[in-house]
T-cell receptor, first 111, second 115 residues
Framework: GEDVEQSLFLSVREGDSSVINCTYT??????LYWYKQEPGAGLQLLTY?????DMKQDQRLTVLLNKKDKHLSLRIADTQTGDSAIYFC???????????FGAGTILRVKS | EPEVTQTPSHQVTQMGQEVILRCVPI?????FYWYRQILGQKVEFLVS????????KSEIFDDQFSVERPDGSNFTLKIRSTKLEDSAMYFC?????????????FGPGTRLTVT
């Protein structure tokens, strides 16, 4: 079945880059997403990538996809204290299909 | 910027009572979803809704659950007889469904506490 795994915790210093990793099992995954959740808040869509892409950049965010290894990463450049949150990786097979989420990675940014 | 809204933000109910969670998806969106997140656990898919019918549902979405789009703007999740294990954050989401828009947008959630 579908499964998405993430490391639980990442701690970085302000100004450094953060790299959050995710692996998924479903080879039919077509769309891969990153969401951010701040305490007590909903899920904010950060970015997404199609399975036929290797990389996508959006301002401070860079998504890398290794489809062969089913590995997805999110790099946040110049990490700020406001980036402290839980980051969820999610995948979807087809357009309009459900999202399958990982357990989330807690990012802590130390000033 | 358009957003998905949900009401109430927090609902406390007694076991066995019915609850209705309300969502207003983004106005030009066609696919609608409910997810839930039990405290400390993964976000789990419950149900998807398209063209006025359920398109997919998970094992969690049993006969106690139902969804409805009673008018052109609201999308509701009803739990007929709540159990303690229904306590969770419930998220509504929507996606446009046309063109090249693949973003699934989430509402802020309703925290349901069953006592």
């Amino acid at each position: 079945g579908e499964d998405v795994e993430q490391s639980l915790f990442l701690s970085v210093r302000e100004g450094d880059s953060s790299v959050i990793n995710c692996t998924y099992t479903d080879s039919s995954s077509t769309y891969l997403y990153w969401y951010k959740q701040e305490p007590g808040a909903g899920l904010q869509l950060l970015t997404y990538i199609f399975s036929n892409m290797d990389m996508k950049q959006d301002q401070r965010l860079t998504v890398l996809l290794n489809k062969k290894d089913k590995h997805l990463s999110l790099r946040i450049a110049d990490t700020q204290t406001g980036d402290s949150a839980i980051y969820f990786c999610a995948e979807s097979r087809e357009y309009g299909n459900k999202l399958v989420f990982g357990a989330g990675t807690i990012l802590r940014v130390k000033s | 910027e358009p957003e998905v809204t949900q009401t109430p933000s927090h609902q406390v109910t007694q076991m066995g009572q019915e609850v209705i969670l309300r969502c207003v998806p983004i106005s030009n969106h066609l696919y609608f979803y409910w997810y839930r997140q039990i405290l400390g656990q993964k976000v789990e898919f419950l149900v998807s809704f398209y063209n006025n019918e359920i398109s997919e549902k998970s094992e969690i979405f049993d006969d106690q659950f139902s969804v409805e789009r009673p008018d052109g703007s609201n999308f509701t999740l009803k739990i007929r007889s709540t159990k303690l294990e229904d306590s969770a954050m419930y998220f509504c989401a929507s996606i446009r469904g046309t063109g090249l828009s693949y973003e699934q947008y989430f509402g802020p959630g309703t925290r349901l506490t069953v006592t």
